[in-house]
């Protein structure tokens, strides 16, 4: 069993940064394949990125070069760093685990967090 627990949301202005991060329970974190979705109002929940338990990581085409996922072993954590946030970006971000293969979809993660909001106001 995992539990996560994500931080880091809050209010910015188009251009500006956020770090998220995604705290996660259990001894075998280093084993878990970790992803960030976000859900913006009235759409569905869609993939943002995902870091494998090696660090091979793979992002969605549209914050390619703005955003980077890292994890560090040793604090049971990974962060989403966002640079140079546009109002599309505003959504509730998740936080996501699961073992084995690297995978894109959401349907695919065992373990979720509850969420925190990114706003981005133009």
């Known amino acids: 069993q995992v539990q996560l627990v994500e931080s880091g949301g809050g209010l910015v202005q188009a251009g500006g940064s956020l770090r998220l991060s995604c705290a996660a329970s259990?001894?075998?974190?280093?084993?878990?394949?970790m992803g960030w979705f976000r859900q913006a109002p009235g759409k569905e929940r869609e993939f943002v990125a995902v870091?494998?338990?090696?660090?091979?990581?793979i992002y969605t085409d549209s914050v390619k070069g703005r955003f980077t996922i890292s994890r560090d072993n040793a604090k049971n954590t990974v962060y989403l760093q966002m640079n140079s946030l546009k109002s599309e970006d505003t959504a509730v971000y998740y936080c996501?685990?699961?073992?084995?293969?690297?995978?894109?979809?959401?349907?695919?993660?065992?373990?979720w967090g509850q969420g925190t909001q990114v706003t981005v106001s133009s």
């Open positions: 870091i494998s338990w090696n660090s091979v990581t």
């Open positions: 259990g001894r075998t974190f280093s084993s878990y394949n």
């Open positions: 996501a685990a699961r073992q084995y293969a690297v995978t894109t979809r959401k349907n695919d993660y065992n373990y």
